[in-house]
């Protein structure tokens, strides 16, 4: 059994990463735009901004870390062949946040501020880490060219009560009147003993 299952292996044409399941992180304190230090790997002690996050891989892409080059063929590009370089993503382990008031890298916790609103919290001086805020994500910003078509439904007609509850007290009034006349009914049967 053992020699069988150490050719399966041998024998096959995929890696065995292939088929680890990546386990993805329940919580981030990376976001896109935040300021970032690289702490271990190649490019240890460089700072750069996040790009993205693939929060699927446990990656993100900081701007100008992790740099690999890439041939160009001119298959793919008819304008010209040649090397080119990009921007690969780095694991998240990889990097910290940047403390604001210290420059240096640090850890994070969650905190609240007096109104409920969640906030990150630096370890290392125990200042708020602000979250860089996409305009184009705001519902604002997203719905700024909108305008109402033939077939929305306008604020006040979505707002207007249409349903205010059933009258309990008719519903009774019929129903003691119903069992009312069933028992007068069965007064008037006669029946044989």
């Known amino acids: 059994m053992l020699k069988a299952f150490s050719t399966f292996y041998l024998n096959r044409q995929t890696p065995i990463a292939q088929f680890a399941?990546?386990?993805?992180?329940?919580?981030?304190?990376?976001?896109?735009?935040?300021?970032?230090?690289?702490?271990?790997?190649?490019?240890?002690?460089?700072?750069?901004?996040?790009?993205?996050?693939y929060?699927?891989?446990?990656?993100v892409l900081v701007q100008g870390i992790n740099q690999k080059f890439k041939r160009k063929s001119l298959l793919d590009d008819p304008s010209g062949s040649g090397i080119q370089q990009i921007t690969r993503p780095i694991h998240l382990c990889k990097v910290a946040l940047i403390d604001p008031?210290?420059?240096?890298p640090t850890k994070v916790q969650r905190g609240f501020l007096e109104d409920g609103t969640p906030v990150r919290v630096s370890k290392l001086s125990g200042a708020i880490i602000?979250?860089?805020?996409?305009?184009?994500k705001s519902p604002a910003h997203r719905h700024r060219n909108k305008v109402d078509g033939i077939k929305d439904t306008s604020p006040a007609l979505a707002l207007?009560?249409?349903y205010k509850g059933?009258?309990?007290?008719?519903?009774?009034?019929?129903?003691?009147?119903f069992i009312a006349e069933k028992e007068r009914k069965e007064q008037l049967l006669w029946f044989d003993k």
Request: hydrophobic share 30%; aromatic share 6%; no cysteine.
């Open 166 to 177: 059933e009258d309990f007290s008719a519903i009774k009034a019929e129903f003691d009147s």
């Open 101 to 104: 008031e210290k420059g240096k």
């Open 130 to 136: 602000p979250k860089s805020l996409d305009p184009a």
């Open 21 to 53: 399941k990546q386990i993805t992180f329940d919580k981030w304190n990376v976001i896109k735009g935040d300021k970032v230090v690289i702490v271990s790997g190649k490019d240890s002690g460089k700072t750069g901004t996040v790009l993205r996050v």
């Open 55 to 59: 929060r699927k891989s446990n990656e």
């Open 160 to 162: 207007q009560v249409t």
